[in-house]
């Protein structure tokens, strides 16, 4: 036994002594996150014992979804390459308000979703598999039926009741949205209620970053206070904000406030428009990487989105133009996954779940359907790990004409170049030394496309509505020392069982 140990072990040691190549792993930062977001009540149904008036055929009910579903499906996240998931509010909620948004009591759980000790075990779970929890968190009304609201003592707890004035700062901050009762915080008391129940959930369950709902809604003073508490109960505590505003500029006015990036509309707007049908020019789309660094403090740290459970499903948009889904997402996720920002894909996205307006959107999860953009969505996902360029590097427009552009994403001594075809044919484009070192080669990542630089040039040619990830490296050929190591590797390992074989022989003789 001794001598056929010896014999596996020796080449084993040799070979694995070679030279690797490998690059040491860079600390992980929130801008190489890839952000999964659910809405839990319709995402998964784990435990049927909390299934309190649900009603699957109603779209305005509870349809079951909770927080084992969400653990039971866990693994299926971070298969598809998903790092980060962000679920609607889960606090208590009055009758009907499955979606989380009409709060009764910040320091509860929703009886339909599960209790706090399961809500803990989702968090432990997901952190065992690498996985980070984003909590959405509101702090600008609560539900219509909360007690508070008919308090004589919590009178000075909201604001009076008035209509909507989108043209008006105090009427944004002050009046009742879609007529939820509207806090005051204004008032010390309400301050310090919220910002003490968004630093318990902290402190008791482990989350690790808020996305902030209806942030124009809210007094920028209460912002500020509210995200300097909030950070110093945990390191590296991500806040995402939400303004629904097509206009950058009415987006960057909260720039300062310490929430470290943005749900980013403007782009998402662009997005959609570009990418619902070929033949859209993605001139303007590529402006968007010089739009974002001037208009806020860190790009990178900007939420990248297609839709939302706010938004008609993008999947809408494409049956509407007549072409065929999974193409079109497959183009829109390569862009959002390639450019400066976190991407967020709404649950469903993987599978191009339909829907029209509110609750539309927010239909029930099928897990049993096609699996292709499932696979796409897991190696663009694998790739951004990968390729730290995708997640840090610079970002130089090389070529757009019309609907056919070529980017490339520059970090350290690592060049990755995308190209996209947006356009119903072909497409051949030549680049020259003057944008790309000369004398290397483009490996393709999604179509195993190789580019090799001839007279200077790189000509790449893309097929109508695909698109490419290269990354750009030394010319491929025989790798001599590693063939000559390996054969080395193999005439020892035979000549070994030739020595074991003579001195069997001579054994067996004697």
Known sequence: MK???????????LFYSLPVGAVEKEERKWQDETIYFLMVDRFNNGDTSNDLDVNIKDPKAYQGGDFQGIIDKLDYIKDMGFTTIWMTPIFDNQDLGYHGYWITDFYSTDE????????KRLVDEAHKRDIKIILDFVVNHVGPDHQWVNDPEKKDWFH?????????????????LYDLPDLNTENPEVREYLIDAAKWWIEETDVDGYRLDTVRHVPQEFWDEFNEEVKSVKDDFYI???IFDRDPQNIAKYNGIGIDGFVNFPQAEEMRNVFQKPDQSMERLFNFFKYNESFYEDPYLMGSFIDNHDMTRFTRLLVQNKVFPGTRWKLALTYMYTTPGI??????????????????????????????LIEYISEIGSLRQELPALTRGTVTPLFVEGGMGIFKREYKDQTVVVAMNNTSKSQEVVL??????????????LTADLVRSSNGKYTIIIDREE????????????????????????????????????????KTKQ
Do not use: C, T
Not at 3 to 13: E, H, M
Not at 432 to 445: I, P
Not at 497 to 504: D, H, L, Q, S, T
């Open 432 to 445: 020259d030394a003057s944008v790309l070192e000369d004398d290397k080669e483009l490996k393709g990542y």
């Open 3 to 13: 001598r056929v140990l010896s014999l596996v072990l020796v080449p084993f040691l």
């Open 240 to 242: 995402i904000g939400e």
């Open 467 to 506: 698109a490419e990830i290269y990354e750009l490296k030394d010319k491929s050929g025989l790798n001599y020392a590693f063939i000559a190591a390996l054969s080395a590797v193999y005439i020892l390992f035979v000549g070994f069982i030739y020595i074991a074989w003579k001195r069997g022989r001579k």
């Open 343 to 372: 991407p967020i894909v709404y649950y469903g996205s993987e599978i191009a779940i339909d829907g029209g307006e509110d609750p539309d959107n927010r239909r029930l999860m099928d897990f049993r359907a096609d699996k292709e």
């Open 160 to 176: 009076e009741k008035q209509p909507m004035n989108f043209n008006d700062e105090e009427s944004l901050q002050n009046a009742w």
């Open 112 to 119: 339909h979703f599960g209790s706090i000790d399961d809500f």
